[in-house]
């Protein structure tokens, strides 16, 4: 492919030694370079490019009427404090905060024996079961993929009236991402009710009384009660 030109050789008269004629190398490249880019084009046009692999959050609309409200039983809400601890804890408790209230904990790390999946995999057992017999029934070839897509969001499924509504609350040295872990392992449970907020005062108060830390919101003055003394 690539030519290599020394040039000719020279010398004198005809009973003379012929000398070879000194000169540079010249090495043609042009053909390696063809080459170089027909190989190029052909693993574009064959390669497979990966994906990007993002998380499905469903989030609510935004609405102009605050005050029709969503009720919720109080035995269906879980509530979850980050405060973005070095230790991945996250602490928990079900229903409305109280003083008797007791605060639970648990680890994100799936390999803890107090983990989060476990607890999420235990308190939304009945939508799991139902779950795992309708992706059954897909694999099966039973249903299509449009009649699983509307059974898994329907009320039958996870969005049945007795699962586990899951309120994520972050506050202290909570990051983006503690909150994304979170919501991971919600997924991987098959839960689809929860919802996204910052932890009010009271509940900080309540998690500094359990972990004995002084969050950085707590040394702000607390907001003055409606109607009160400004």
Not at 86 to 109: C, I, P, R
Request: charged share 30%.
């Amino acid at each position: 492919m690539a030519d290599v030109n020394t040039g000719d050789g020279g010398g004198g008269g005809k009973h003379q030694k012929k000398r070879a004629k000194k000169s540079n190398p010249r090495i043609d490249m042009t053909p390696m370079v063809d080459l170089a880019f027909l190989l190029l084009t052909f693993f574009v046009l064959t390669s497979q490019l990966n994906k990007a692999k993002t998380l499905e959050m469903t989030m609510p609309k935004d609405v102009k009427d605050t005050t029709n409200k969503m009720k919720l039983a109080d035995e269906l809400a879980v509530t979850l404090l980050v405060d973005g601890n070095k230790d991945g804890m996250v602490y928990y408790y079900s229903g409305v905060l109280k003083e008797t209230t007791t605060l639970n904990e648990g680890y994100l790390d799936k390999s803890k024996p107090k983990s989060m999946r476990k607890f999420f995999l235990e308190s939304n057992k009945n939508v799991i079961d139902k779950m795992k017999k309708l992706r059954q029934d897909f694999k099966d070839g039973k249903i299509t993929e449009d009649t699983l897509k509307a059974r898994a969001a329907s009320k039958a499924y996870q969005g049945a009236d007795d699962a586990k509504f899951y309120i994520v609350k972050w506050g202290g040295d909570a990051t983006y991402g503690d909150v994304i872990n979170i919501i991971d392992e919600l997924k991987i449970s098959d839960v689809s009710k929860y919802a996204l907020t910052k932890i009010s005062r009271v509940e900080l108060e309540a998690l500094s009384g359990k972990t004995g830390r002084k969050y950085p919101e707590l040394l702000e003055p607390a907001p003055a009660a409606a109607g009160g003394p400004q």
